[in-house]
Structures are given as structure tokens and as C-alpha cells.
């Protein structure tokens, strides 16, 4: 058997962790009915590993038979990246067979996600965005179909911590109830903003501070632009320098979400 990547690894357990966050309600908060409500739409080998990823979440952060948070789930998987994936492959070249007879059962319920996914056909890439400029007068912001300076979102992460390991963004962990939808725009927000902003601020491996006078704040919700009469998942990020941006974001036919248009702001 070839090996597998802890980086593949990896990311089964973060496709694990979004079904557990969809599966919750508005509030951010998940139970076990929530969970096995969702399952039977779950592929095979991801329902196995979120069953059983919810179950360790459950008893280790939550309390067993409490619900769970969107804080509990993201601690629970830097754990299992370190403790469940990274702790058995010391070489650094991939798991071997034998190193996976050796994991624990959420373990290997996400190495076979993980080879699940590999063996799936290739989805076509998405298209870049269109780069917009930010206007600051109110008419010709709504001429041009832009958020308003003063959108009245439907959440705000104003609180919080960007996490990585010092040359990409590995998540974010905040306080603030976002839905599974919220969840995902934010977390695909603050890819793109590391990449543009974030990375050049990072001294040492201390976790970024989200908040008005930390880095910043994201305002999050639907918009419809006038332009084009089209309705967008928005992410409208206020920098603490000149680096704030609007983000507009639409699903494709599959389901993934697409970056359409970013808009600087400064």
C-alpha cells in the first residue's frame, strides 16, 4: 500500500468537522440528534469518521451528551492533528500500513476518508475572481452594486484568533455563534486575506488577534448587488490598517464556494 499524507489526513478531518458544524442549528451549537439526523446524507466513509469524530468531541469538550460548539470542534481538530495523525508518522513521509494499524479508530475512520477522497475524479478549478476597487461615496456605491459602509450584517467576528504555523493559515477559533454557511465564507475570508495581508504580520507563532482595535473585524451575511441583481455570501473585513476588503462569494453547481468578487477598500 502506498502511503498517505498527513496533509490528506488532515483535511478529512476538517471536511468531518464541517458536516458536524452544518449539522447544528443558527445558535452554533450541535447535538447528537443533529448529528445522526445528517448522517444517512453523508457519503460512506465520511459519515464513519463524523459519527465517530462527533462521539470523541462529545465526551472530550463538550461533556458527553452535551452539545457541542464551533470552538470545540476546532480544538478537537488541532488535537487530532497532532495527537491522532502527526504523532504517527515521526518521519515525515506519509503513513505506511503499519503506521495506520497502529491509530486509533478516529484515526483511521479518517484515513479511509482520506483515501476516499484521492480516489474521487478531479473537480474543475474555480475561476479566479474579478478584482474590484472600493468606492467612498454613498451614491456611487450603490450605483455599483457594493456593500454600504454602514451594511447592517448578520453576524460580526469581532473576537477571536486566526491560527498558524507560521506560513499558512491552519483555522480560526471565536466566541461569536456563526452558521455553518457564516463558518465557511469566514474561514474561506481568511484564507484570502492571509495571502494578502495576514502572513506579513505574523512574529513568531502567537495566534493573530481578531478585533476592532487587534487586526480587524468580519461582518458576515447575504447581500444583492444592484449591478447585477445577483445575491452573494458576503465577507466585508474592516482592517485595523489599509487593508480592509469586501468579499462576495456564490456557490457553484456542486457546491463549493467560489470567491466572485473581491473589492479593496482602501
Known amino acids: 500500500m502506498s502511503r498517505i499524507s498527513k496533509s490528506d489526513v488532515n483535511a478529512a478531518f476538517e471536511l468531518a468537522a464541517k458536516a458536524i458544524i452544518e449539522a447544528g442549528g443558527a445558535d452554533g451549537r450541535v447535538s447528537r440528534a443533529d448529528v445522526s439526523k445528517a448522517l444517512p446524507k453523508l457519503p460512506p466513509a465520511q459519515r464513519a469518521l463524523v459519527d465517530v469524530f462527533f462521539r470523541f468531541i462529545d465526551a472530550r469538550d463538550a461533556g458527553k451528551g452535551k452539545q457541542v460548539t464551533g470552538a470545540d470542534v476546532a480544538k478537537a481538530v488541532a488535537y487530532a492533528k497532532e495527537k491522532l495523525v502527526a504523532k504517527y508518522d515521526l518521519n515525515g513521509n506519509g503513513l505506511s500500513k ?94 484570502f486575506l492571509w495571502d494578502q495581508t495576514f502572513k506579513y504580520r505574523v512574529e513568531g507563532p502567537a495566534p493573530l488577534q481578531l478585533g476592532p482595535t487587534r487586526q480587524g473585524s468580519l461582518k458576515l451575511g447575504e447581500f444583492v448587488r444592484s449591478d447585477d441583481g445577483q445575491k452573494y455570501l458576503v465577507a466585508d473585513w474592516r482592517d485595523i490598517d489599509d487593508a480592509s476588503f469586501t468579499l462576495y462569494f456564490q456557490r457553484v453547481s456542486d457546491g463549493r464556494l467560489r470567491l466572485a468578487i473581491a473589492q479593496f477598500n482602501n
Open 98 to 191: 503499519d503506521e495506520i494499524a497502529r491509530m486509533s479508530v478516529t484515526g483511521k475512520r479518517a484515513v479511509d476518508l482520506a483515501k476516499a477522497l484521492k480516489a474521487a475524479p478531479p473537480l474543475e478549478p474555480l475561476a479566479p475572481p474579478r478584482m474590484d476597487e472600493g468606492l467612498s461615496e454613498p451614491d456611487e456605491i450603490l450605483a455599483a452594486g457594493q456593500v454600504p459602509r454602514d451594511w447592517a450584517a448578520a453576524a460580526v467576528v469581532d473576537r477571536g484568533t486566526l491560527q498558524h504555523d507560521g506560513t499558512k493559515l491552519t483555522g480560526f477559533e471565536t466566541t461569536v455563534a456563526l452558521t455553518a454557511d457564516q463558518h465557511e465564507v469566514a474561514t474561506a475570508a481568511f484564507a
